[in-house]
């Protein structure tokens, strides 16, 4: 005979979870955690404690933010490949590599684009290379995800006000689904902030604490990932 409580947990296991896509803008995340290196130290000496979490596992990141009764169907990952210094390449591949060891992580790349500016005193030219397409390419999957039901609840990883059209579009198209901001260290926009359902969820060290990668990280039939040294946490002396 079936008791009471057996057929209440067997209920409770058999209850769908809502679907949770993370996007992830990773430039926005990125200089927001090396701000705040640079605020607990100096420019030229930042606290590289903080640089450590730089090796972030945006998937595990993600999961932490998670309630019990949801389930994370997807992380999207939307940077550009650097084109200035070797160093940043290298670290840029790295990292990239070992995000593609997370099955759930999908990245979606933009690109970098030299813009020809004037300086303002000598008037020559000079060339800076600005990020290209990630605003665009996380609003289009917002909304063809929220048309395509692909989740219940959005959790949008940037501080860049410029997505608040997208955030407009899903509330008004599907206004059943759920959009939670998540400000990276030193970001925020009340704009976006309005346009979600719930407090925005304030990405800090203890998140951050419990979402690194390991220092190592083991790939069958391809050569380990290390951790590149900037971004380990330094030895005591």
Known sequence: MITLGEMLSSSNREMPKYKVITYIDGFNLYFGIREEAIRRGTIEAPDRRWYRYMWLNVDQLSRNMLNANQELAATKYFTAPII???????RQN????SLRTVPNIQIILGRFQKDRKECNRC???AYHPQ????????????ICDALDDNFDTAIIITG???LVPALQTVRKLKPKKRLVVAFPPNRYSKEMQDQCHVPPIKIWEPLLRKSRFPELIKRDGLPDLICPPT?????KP
């Open 84 to 90: 200035s210094s070797k160093g940043k390449q290298e």
């Open 123 to 125: 008037g020559h030219p």
């Open 131 to 142: 990020e290209k397409k990630t605003d665009v390419n996380i609003a289009t999957h917002l």
């Open 160 to 162: 860049d006000s410029d």
């Open 94 to 97: 790295i990292y990239l590599d």
């Open 231 to 235: 971004w380990t946490l330094p030895a």
